[in-house]
Every structure is written in C-alpha cells, then in structure tokens.
C-alpha cells in the first residue's frame, strides 16, 4: 500500500536547476522522515539528504550541501528535492524513501551540454 511517485525530472544543461517532487500515500507521511537518493548506473544508491518529520531539521551529503533543498509539505504528503547549479556529475534517477525498504520509481535526471 506504500506508495511513492517521483516526479519532476528531465534534461538539463550544466548550472541549470530542477525542482523534483515525490507524492507519498499509504503511510503516516507526517510522522515520517523523508529521504532523497540518487543512483548512477553502475554504482550504488547514494544519500542526497533528508528531513525531519515537521521540516525543521534536515541533512545534506557534501556533494549537495549548498545546492540542494530538501523541503516538504505535509498538508500535501509530498516531498520536493530543489536542485541548483546542476553538474553532469548529478546525471542519475533519483528516488524518494521514507518507510524501510520501500521506493518509487525514481525520475531521471540529465545533465549535458
């Protein structure tokens, strides 16, 4: 019943932004610490941040610190992942998590000249 759709992502050209969000159901979403990851192919899924369950405490990995916003809306049971001054190295699907073991889609994202 755990549900997570991932959406938002596309082509983009270096320095370029996105705004990606995840629609979440089937769980207590407000009671839920939210993740983004990200996974290469080829390489194994890597953490991009989180958010505490009222948005007030979040965390970042280096590579995003800076230029990745983790925001979320409860009233909407949505999580967004708001990226800026995007590389080539960002190219990779990126996936929401909240609840053990369960994940989207994931929603591509591509970074090129």
């Known amino acids: 019943q755990v549900q997570l759709v991932e959406s938002g992502g596309g082509s983009v050209q270096p320095g370029g932004s996105l705004r990606l969000s995840c629609a979440a159901s089937g769980f207590s979403f407000s009671t839920t610490t939210m993740r983004w990851y990200r996974q290469a192919p080829g390489k194994e899924r890597e953490f991009i941040a989180d958010i505490s369950t009222g948005g007030l405490l979040t965390e970042y990995a280096d590579f995003a610190r800076g230029r990745f916003t983790i925001s979320r809306d409860n009233t909407k049971n949505a999580v967004y992942l708001q990226m800026n001054n995007l590389s080539p190295e960002d190219t990779a699907v990126y996936y929401c998590?909240?609840?053990?073991?369960?994940w989207g889609q994931g929603t591509q994202v591509t970074v090129s000249s």
């Open positions: 998590n909240g609840p053990v073991d369960y």
